[in-house]
């Protein structure tokens, strides 16, 4: 029962949520599409905590689509012991780093002004994405050789879901921390289209160029007005 949950339930309601909310409040109302910046409240954890959370996220997850869209090819790569120790080595310092900002997030989160202008659903989304980085890294230390069994587990379970065929027989017999760490991949794409994160469905790569938002401001006493820069969290 629980396996049909995490692997047939959840995947599906969770694409279903992202498919059909996101657009709509793509259209209904785009003034809170993005995150609003508080860089102006706390600058320095916010820059220790994006900035390896982001990389080590955006990485993580283009290598988990690499091998979803091209299992041959990556497994012919991973044919190469040395290569796959070097691969796996780096997937698992890229967690790490994930996990480092995450951590940096959820402090800055809880401390100082920036609580104050926290909402619920940001406490979900960080304490979702601290359970996957805390899952990816534990499996990256105990269940080693995770580019080898996530071709022939994983992907061909994503691949029944997608032909509306779920065979939860490839996946079932994996530990419980793989099925958490499914769990909580399936709950942040549920959660994402109702939150201000919405817009990393949209295009998640913007934040690894992270371009500078104009503000501007005026001073009554000097009459003058000043532009600056900020950055989006």
Request: hydrophobic share 55%; aromatic share 16%; proline share 5%.
């Amino acid at each position: 029962m629980l396996d049909t949950l995490i692997f047939v339930v959840l995947p599906y309601a969770a694409i279903a949520l992202a498919l059909f909310v996101t657009p709509y409040r793509y259209f209904k109302n785009r003034l809170d599409w993005s995150a609003f910046s508080t860089q102006f409240l706390e600058r320095r954890k916010l820059y220790w905590g994006s900035i390896p959370w982001h990389y080590g996220i955006v990485i993580v997850l283009a290598g988990h689509l690499i091998g979803f869209l091209f299992p041959s090819a990556v497994q012919s790569v991973l044919s190469n012991f040395s290569l796959l120790i070097a691969l796996e080595s780096i997937a698992l310092s890229l967690g790490l780093l994930a996990l480092v900002g995450s951590v940096i997030l959820l402090i800055r989160r809880a401390s100082g002004i920036v609580r104050a202008v926290t909402s619920y659903s940001d406490w979900i989304v960080l304490l979702l994405v601290l359970n996957q980085a805390i899952t990816g890294v534990y499996m990256g230390v105990f269940a080693r050789w995770g580019m080898e069994w996530y071709l022939h587990t994983a992907v061909p379970w994503l691949y029944s879901l997608l032909t509306l065929n779920p065979q939860i027989g490839y996946v079932s017999e994996l530990p419980l921390v793989f099925k958490l760490h499914v769990a909580g991949a399936f709950l942040i794409l549920a959660v994402l289209p109702f939150t201000k994160f919405v817009h990393f469905l949209f295009l998640p790569l913007d934040f690894l160029k992270d371009p500078p938002l104009l503000y501007r401001w005026a001073s009554r006493r000097e009459k003058k007005v000043v532009i600056g820069e900020t950055k989006k969290i």
